[in-house]
């Protein structure tokens, strides 16, 4: 019995953890669009670092715990882009760590500056698991007493595409290319799906002290349902961001951003879920900081709207 529900636990796992390296677990990912798109690298005017932590349904013992931290800037070829992110995932007796290296070549399309982008990521993960740390009812489980544990080291490429204008923004990737196979337990095994982004937004004037930011993202993946996010967020006086967000049958929540000084950024987003887990879960908690290291002298001006 162990041996059944380990499987169907740790196949939820990879549905979980493949999506969630790609930022669709995050939910500010339009502040940092690299974490689905390589198109994104080099995009803003600085060479840009931002850290996420997020705590996936909070007060329920095991669950997803991630932070990433991605880089990025234009080269001195301003058409060039390039990008670092690292990940780090932790949920029940799983840890995976990645480490991706991101580029982009951008082509003006108009005197406005707009611009198409594309991009590839390359890199490895680590996946780590170790049954040992599961607590166990039956000791004498045959699972229990192999001490089964699991590390592999995992190639993968992404691409995507990116255009973006001085107030909207259109992406489309596959940030896993590669279907890797994955041991479970015994002669079970698992392949990593590819999942699709499609995702995009537009900036609107309300007035001098008001803009409003719509913006969706899709994500589709084979044998899951196809999922729907939307947001609306509204920029007050150059310095606040106020959002709320919904994903269809998954959650709704809100987020917010502050711009502390001209280059320094902190945000926060809370999630409440819509599935049967709220009878177990309060809620998912995330914070973001953001840090321009660089100011460049072309491209678009401040203030940046994505």
């Not at 997020?54 to 080269?75: E, F, I, M, Y």
Request: net charge positive; charged share 15%.
């Amino acid at each position: 019995m162990i041996k059944k529900i380990i499987v169907f636990a740790i196949v939820c796992l990879f549905n979980y953890t493949t999506s969630a390296q790609q930022e669709a677990q995050y939910s500010m990912y339009f502040f940092n669009p690299l974490l689905i798109n390589p198109g994104y690298a080099g995009s803003q005017e600085a060479l840009t670092a931002t850290a996420v932590v997020r705590d996936q349904w909070n007060g329920l013992a095991g669950a997803p715990k991630s932070q990433c931290l991605t880089v990025h800037s234009p080269l001195k070829k301003e058409a060039l882009g390039l990008g670092l992110t690292v990940l780090n995932d932790v949920l029940g007796p799983t840890k995976n760590t990645g480490g991706y290296l991101d580029f982009s070549y951008g082509i003006k399309l108009n005197k406005q500056k707009d611009r198409l982008v594309f991009g590839l990521k390359m890199g490895v993960d680590y996946l780590q698991r170790d049954f040992s740390k599961l607590r166990i009812n039956d000791q004498n489980d045959n699972v229990y007493l192999d001490n089964f544990s699991y590390n592999k080291t995992l190639l993968n490429v992404g691409a995507g595409m990116y255009y973006y204008g001085k107030r909207y923004y259109l992406g489309v990737s596959s940030p896993r290319l590669v279907k890797n196979k994955l041991n479970l337990i015994s002669d079970q095994t698992a392949i990593q799906e590819n999942h699709y982004y499609a995702f995009g937004g537009i900036v609107v004037k309300i007035n001098p002290l008001i803009n409003m930011r719509p913006s969706f993202m899709i994500k589709y993946v084979k044998n899951a349902p196809l999922s729907v996010e939307g947001n609306l967020s509204f920029l007050i006086n150059e310095k606040v961001w106020l959002g709320a967000v919904y994903r269809h049958n998954a959650f709704m929540g809100l987020n917010a951003m502050y711009q502390i000084t001209p280059s320094l950024k902190l945000g926060y987003a809370y999630d409440y879920t819509l599935t049967k887990l709220q009878n177990y879960s309060n809620g998912s908690h995330e914070l973001m900081l953001s840090y321009d290291l660089r100011k460049m002298v072309k491209g678009f001006k401040s203030p940046r709207y994505f």
